[in-house]
């Protein structure tokens, strides 16, 4: 089976979707997850909280004549407007993580999970303070077959 760029790409954000959108609440609600800003938040910073799953990055490495790895790297913004809500989201969506990496990995076969980048900082939007936290990850892929 031929393994591509784009298959994986899908792959893992359909994943990481599904496990943070499973897995995050605040103040008992679940949390939208989203692949791109939605027009409320652009408009009015509304819709908090939410999460944003951007699109992976993929690089790849020839190991063999017939398997490649591929080098994933993600990040996932969440949105609230409190700071303390933020610490919930934040936490929530870093465990979601840590907890489903079996899953990942049997489901995806997904490897080397790691946290590389956990920041926070806020702005004010709309008048509005709204605080935001950047998780990256990464993980490694090994494929064969039809490269």
Do not use: C
């Amino acid at each position: 089976m031929a393994v591509s760029v784009s298959t994986i790409t899908t792959n893992i954000w359909d994943a990481i979707q599904t496990i943070i959108s499973g897995n995050t609440t605040v103040d008992n609600n679940s949390t939208a997850v989203y692949g791109t800003y939605p027009q409320q938040f652009i408009d009015s910073a509304g819709g908090l909280p939410m999460v944003i799953v951007h699109k992976p990055e993929v690089t790849e490495q020839r190991i063999t004549m017939t398997k490649k790895k591929f080098l994933i790297s993600i990040r996932i913004e969440s949105f609230t407007d409190n700071a303390a809500g933020l610490k919930v989201l934040s936490d929530a969506v870093r465990n979601a993580l840590e907890t489903n990496k079996v899953t990942t990995r049997g489901s995806n076969q997904l490897y080397h999970f790691k946290i590389v980048e956990d920041t926070e900082d806020f702005d004010l939007r709309a008048n509005k303070r709204v605080h935001r936290n950047i998780l990256g990850a990464s993980y490694e892929f090994v494929g064969g077959g039809d490269l």
